[in-house]
DNA sequence: CTTGCTACTCTTTTT
DNA sequence: GAGTAGCAAG
């Protein structure tokens, strides 16, 4: 069996798969077969160098990756070995290291994982709880803060204090943690930083893992973030067999913590490191490949890799300028439609990609309206549905009574008469005398009003924590939503209402499939999963996703669209360069998923904020390589000033836009701070005008006609 | 305590 | 333009 295997590789791959022990790092390049080197190594390990599966540590990026790569390795090595291999994502396993080794990090094992959604709440109640405004320190931002210290591995007590802000920050992440730690929940960021300190500080542990696992082997290297890397490196620390699959060039998650410098810590840390490089690409056509190239090699500071293929020039890149979003989306559904007919390819080859989510909805409707299936990963995400979340908060409170977002979440839904006011009661009463909310209502420490809701709640949530050891998942689940008569609360036989109750519905069906898994593993995965881990295989129909959720994947046939100054780049990433080189990066995953077709579209109008706006065509349309296009680029646009000339030239009607303004595209200004630039555009605000213009220093801001003194020369 | 209305932010990207 | 937070009335 693993003979055959090996046969099948290419040299490259094949040096990689058989590198000898201690640190080793892949330059990958896409499309070079990296997942199936990994996935190769770990039969090798088990097949040849017959390693025991529980020594082996394999961590993916997606849970979808892991379940893809312990399949693929229980074809090759039987069943039973492939599953012992600890395997899954940095979240989940770090999840299972906390559970299995609770006392020592200090925790309870059935502690709850708090989504982004829960972590707002902490935070909007920290905020309360410290009587700080939360129109002057937005959740959002603060919730973004502590999540980067918490990336960075740094404490409260660690966090610099440079500023009044940065001291608000500290004050608020400490409350937070502390609030976390009375609910006996930890956030996603949590599980990494947790499983670093418990390695750090429990010696024991520390050396029983590092025993354990002979060999650790990390995916995507390229995005892990310093907590991530000092895990590996550490739980890696007695055998130092590390092996890292990554490439510098897909690195698309520096805003999350990902930090690429970790491929030159690899390098610092262990100076024997082994370093191979696959160049070969076995997935798109040179043409692809080529465009590709020209894409990602206008970044500074990459070490070039030069990636060849052996498949022929195959049909050239397509590039078409629609007039808007609409039209875009109606030229993506008719493409589509002429590639089936033509047999070009069927409808699961194809994949439409776009940067933000926002933009799936024009694409959505048009599929809608031309009666064609489709798959659309992420945007209304399924977990994070109102009703979803409802239920999975009644689970979460029986398995961790001292859980209160939920709690809060849940004692009035459906409506108990069990208030605002009252639940704050609850808390507080709860909080002064130290014991949770559950404790505080079994003790009949309430008065009031609401004390017969409040008992009566009491009595049902008593009654599923007896039985969350006695039935199993799936018989919970339908007993609380009985008890708690969610159903009628929820479908109101409204055409939404059957929606939702379908929804409940669909998580039953994943109760059910639990079987009798504890409750707290039910829970664990639930919050776990990652939004391409839902994409359904078997169905033919074609996707929708961002460029994100497409890492890792590949398509016959890609669209990407919205190929626009402000949306790919993003506009947040316009005056910083190297969220620009982020961005080209993000271009350069996108075009690099298709195999034989690619589609690069944009829209010279696109409403957003219900307003119309002309956008100029993106920077890295200007630097396809002309020959292998089909279609042509306008060039000059995000820069400079002939704005005027193609909305004249392309654009007849669009009124929307001509609204007074005091400043036109074109006109000569002159800024107090950034001197002499020239108008890209206006947008006329409620009482205000937004002006975005090109300063001389090749820079392009948006300023407020009112309040920057911007004068026309 | 609930319901319904108004005002206001908001869009990157996700485990 | 939409979803939600905050507020007033029932």
């Known amino acids: 069996m693993t003979t055959n295997l090996l046969d099948n590789l290419n040299p490259a791959q094949r040096q990689a798969v058989e590198v000898k022990d201690g640190p080793v790092l892949v330059i990958a390049g896409p499309g070079s077969g990296k997942t199936r080197v990994l ?25 979808k990756a892991a379940r893809e790569m312990r399949e693929r390795l229980n074809k090759i090595v039987g069943a039973s070995r492939g599953s012992d291999v600890m395997m899954g994502t940095f979240h989940s396993i770090c999840a299972r290291i906390l559970r299995r080794d609770a006392p020592a990090a200090g925790l309870d094992r059935d502690f709850t994982i708090y989504d982004s959604d829960d972590q707002l709440k902490v935070v909007k109640s920290a905020l309360d709880a410290l009587n700080l405004d939360d129109k002057k320190y937005k959740p959002a931002a603060m919730q973004n803060a502590i999540s980067t210290a918490k990336n960075e591995l740094i404490t409260p007590q660690d966090l610099k204090i440079e500023t009044y802000y940065s001291e608000i920050v500290k004050r608020v992440y400490e409350k937070y943690n502390a609030i976390l730690r009375t609910n006996n929940a930890l956030d996603f960021d949590d599980l990494l930083m947790e499983s670093v300190r418990l390695l750090q500080n429990s010696q024991a542990v520390r050396e029983k893992m590092q025993e354990r696992y002979l060999h650790v082997l990390v995916d995507e290297f390229q995005d892990t973030n310093i907590s991530q890397y000092n895990l590996v490196n550490m739980i890696a620390g007695r055998h130092r067999n590390l092996f890292c699959v990554g490439d510098p060039d897909q690195s698309i998650y520096k805003w ?127 977990y994070a549905r109102k009703e979803v979340k409802d239920v999975l908060a009644y689970l979460r409170i029986v398995n961790n009574p001292a859980d209160s977002v939920s709690l809060q979440r849940v004692i009035n839904v459906p409506a108990r008469g069990i208030g605002d006011k009252s639940f704050a009661t609850l808390d507080e009463t709860a909080r002064a005398a130290g014991i949770t909310a559950f404790e505080a209502l079994k003790q009949n420490k309430m008065t009031g009003r609401s004390i017969k809701a409040l008992a009566e709640f009491a009595t049902l949530w008593q009654k599923w924590v007896n039985l969350r050891d006695e039935m199993n998942v799936g018989r919970l689940f339908d007993q609380i939503i009985t008890d708690s008569e969610y159903r009628e609360y929820i479908n109101d036989n409204t055409e939404e209402g059957n929606d939702r109750w379908a929804n409940v519905l669909e998580l039953r069906e994943v109760a059910l ?62 005056e910083n360069p190297e969220e620009m080189e982020e961005e080209r990066r993000l271009m350069y995953v996108g075009i690099t998923r298709a195999k034989e077709r690619l589609y690069l579209l944009r829209a010279f109008q696109r409403s957003t904020w219900g307003r119309s706006d002309i956008a100029a065509p993106s920077r890295f349309l200007e630097d396809l390589p002309p020959a292998l296009l089909d279609g042509k680029v306008r060039k000059n646009s995000a820069v400079l000033s002939n704005v005027t000339a193609w909305r004249v030239e392309t654009t007849p009607a669009l009124g929307s836009f001509n609204r007074a303004t005091e400043f036109k595209p074109g006109d000569s200004v002159y800024h107090q701070k950034f001197g002499e630039g020239i108008v890209q555009r206006s947008i006329r605000q409620r009482d205000d005008e937004e002006v975005e213009v090109t300063f001389n220093d090749g820079r392009t801001r948006r300023l407020s006609a009112g309040i920057s003194g911007l004068k026309k020369l």
């Open 39 to 63: 996935t190769s190594r770990v039969a090798y390990l088990l097949e040849v160098r017959q390693v025991f599966p529980y020594r082996i540590m394999a961590v993916t990026f997606t849970n």
């Open 256 to 382: 999350r913590g990902a930090d690429y410098r970790n491929v030159k810590r690899l390098q610092t840390d262990h100076p024997d490191l082994e370093v191979v490089a696959l160049d070969q690409n076995y997935r798109s056509t040179q043409t692809i490949l080529d465009t590709a190239m020209a894409i990602i090699k206008k970044n500074p500071n990459r070490t070039h890799i030069k990636l060849f293929t052996e498949k022929g020039p195959g049909p050239k890149i397509v590039v078409r300028e629609l007039s808007s979003a609409d039209d875009e989306a109606q030229y993506v559904i008719d493409t589509i439609n002429e590639l089936i007919n033509q047999k070009a390819a069927i409808a699961g080859d194809i994949a439409v990609m776009y940067r933000t989510n926002a933009q799936s909805r024009a694409i959505e409707e048009a599929f809608v309206r031309a009666g064609m299936p489709y798959k659309l990963v992420g945007a209304t995400r399924f």
């Open 513 to 574: 499939a639990a079987g009798d898994a504890p409750l707290s593993d039910f829970l664990n995965d639930v919050a776990l999963v990652s939004e391409s881990d839902n994409l359904e295989e078997t169905v033919n129909a074609p996707v929708m996703l961002t460029l994100h959720a497409a890492k890792g994947l590949e398509f016959r046939c890609v669209f990407i669209v919205g190929l626009e100054e402000g949306i790919l780049p993003h506009s947040r990433s316009l």
